[in-house]
């Protein structure tokens, strides 16, 4: 375990203390899977109810079928997002095999196909439906698009790892404390590195706890400074 350190120290720049924090604990990949699959499942039932409302089997009375349409949309979409935030994270937990790298990919990105079968149906059927009026086609189909923008682009995992690279990096790094800015992409073997001099706040734990808050590549800086080799960084 990580050892428990001081929750300020002095910025390697000389200027105010800067706040230490500990991380968390990396927590059930297993569960994460489950709460995205549940969500996703929620997402395309409320995609249903779009297809339900355009057939006239929903018909809230009082509220137009525009606002209908536009109100599951936008619970589809906050389905898919979380669900797929959920589904990221744990695969940082518990990474997938780059053996195979088709499967390594559709495993990665399954938030993003789920996103596709949410919303790219609906929007078909936006375009194709010659029954709405012209001012509820128009709008419910640019807010379905929209939706199947966002969805898709924040279900993509632009910073993926493989159980090889996160292995590499425990036994590189063991149970070395390591260090991670709010907003950095990278974490860090020392808390003064030069790369940190803007961060007023830093966490700390293992490399593992690094890698589940997104942190999947060791600073080349760090790396270098340690000598320490076959452990991704952010030169690659």
């Known amino acids: 375990m990580a050892e428990k350190k001081q929750h300020k120290l002095v910025a390697a720049d000389g200027g105010s203390e800067r706040k230490m924090k500990e991380a968390k604990p990396v927590g059930s990949a297993s569960g994460l899977r489950w709460g995205a699959v549940i969500l996703w499942i929620l997402g395309l039932a409320f995609?249903?109810?779009?297809?339900?409302?355009?057939?006239?089997?929903?018909?809230?009375?009082?509220?137009?079928?525009?606002?209908?349409?536009?109100?599951?949309?936008?619970?589809?979409?906050?389905?898919?997002?979380i669900g797929s935030h959920l589904w990221k994270k744990a695969n940082h937990i518990a990474p997938a095999?780059?053996?195979?790298?088709?499967?390594?990919?559709?495993?990665?990105?399954?938030?993003?196909?789920?996103?596709i079968v949410c919303f790219l149906p609906i929007v078909i059927l936006l375009l194709t439906n010659k029954d709405l009026d012209k001012k509820t086609k128009t709008i419910a189909t640019v807010v379905a698009i929209i939706a199947l923008l966002i969805g898709g682009a924040s279900s993509i995992d632009y910073n993926p790892v493989s159980s090889e690279q996160q292995q590499?990096?425990?036994?590189?790094?063991?149970?070395?404390?390591?260090?991670?800015?709010?907003?950095?992409?990278?974490?860090?073997?020392?808390?003064?590195?030069?790369?940190?001099?803007?961060?007023?706040?830093?966490?700390?734990?293992?490399?593992?706890?690094?890698?589940?808050?997104?942190?999947?590549?060791?600073?080349?800086f760090c790396a270098r400074r340690d000598n320490i080799t076959g452990v991704r960084t952010d030169e690659q």
């Not at 095999?97 to 996103?115: D, H, M, R, T």
């Not at 990096?169 to 390591?178: F, K, R, S, T």
């Open 47 to 81: 995609e249903i109810c779009a297809f339900l409302v355009l057939q006239g089997k929903i018909n809230l009375n009082f509220m137009p079928s525009m606002y209908q349409l536009i109100g599951f949309i936008v619970l589809d979409l906050i389905a898919v997002v």
């Open 97 to 115: 095999s780059e053996a195979n790298k088709v499967k390594f990919w559709l495993w990665n990105n399954l938030g993003l196909i789920a996103s």
């Open 168 to 220: 590499a990096a425990i036994q590189a790094l063991g149970d070395e404390v390591v260090y991670w800015a709010p907003f950095g992409k990278v974490y860090h073997t020392h808390e003064d590195c030069g790369s940190l001099n803007q961060s007023d706040s830093l966490t700390y734990g293992t490399v593992e706890q690094a890698i589940a808050a997104n942190r999947t590549r060791l600073c080349s």
